[in-house]
Nanobody, 124 residues
Framework: QVRLVESGGGLVQAGNSLTLSCTAS????????AAWFRQTPGKEREFVAA????????YYADSVKDRFSISRDNAKQSVYLRLDYLKPEDSAVYFC?????????????????WGRGTQVTVSS
């Protein structure tokens, strides 16, 4: 059974930082690209960042480029999202997702596996 578990969310003040983690089990993590999406109530799930299986090819949404950084550790079956210079509009539930192709994984509809999410709330 495939399972993705996110952690690291919380309440922070604007300008501060967080690091989210997502750990996979039930599959060979290194065979998959990994991505982070976020969602707020009433809105569609939004792409944030993605990494190919090697961690070399990465994509970012324009809204988070230069503030967020995705990384992964295949030996730990984990992907991370470092969130710096947080803004109130970054508040959302953050989800990790997997798909073999990093290009496809920029689209939520293409994800093969999802975690349940972790809440990030940024106060002004």
């Amino acid at each position: 059974q495939v399972r993705l578990v996110e952690s690291g969310g919380g309440l922070v003040q604007a300008g501060n930082s967080l690091t989210l983690s997502c750990t996979a089990s039930g599959l060979t993590f290194g065979n998959f690209a990994a991505a982070w999406f976020r969602q707020t109530p009433g809105k569609e799930r939004e792409f944030v960042a993605a990494s190919d299986w090697s961690g070399i090819t990465k994509y970012y949404a324009d809204s988070v480029k230069d503030r967020f950084s995705i990384s992964r550790d295949n030996a730990k079956q984990s992907v991370y999202l470092r969130l710096d210079y947080l803004k109130p509009e970054d508040s959302a539930v953050y989800f990790c997702a997997l798909h073999p192709s990093v290009r496809a994984l920029r689209f939520a509809s293409q994800a093969d596996y999802w975690g349940r999410g972790t809440q990030v709330t940024v106060s002004s």
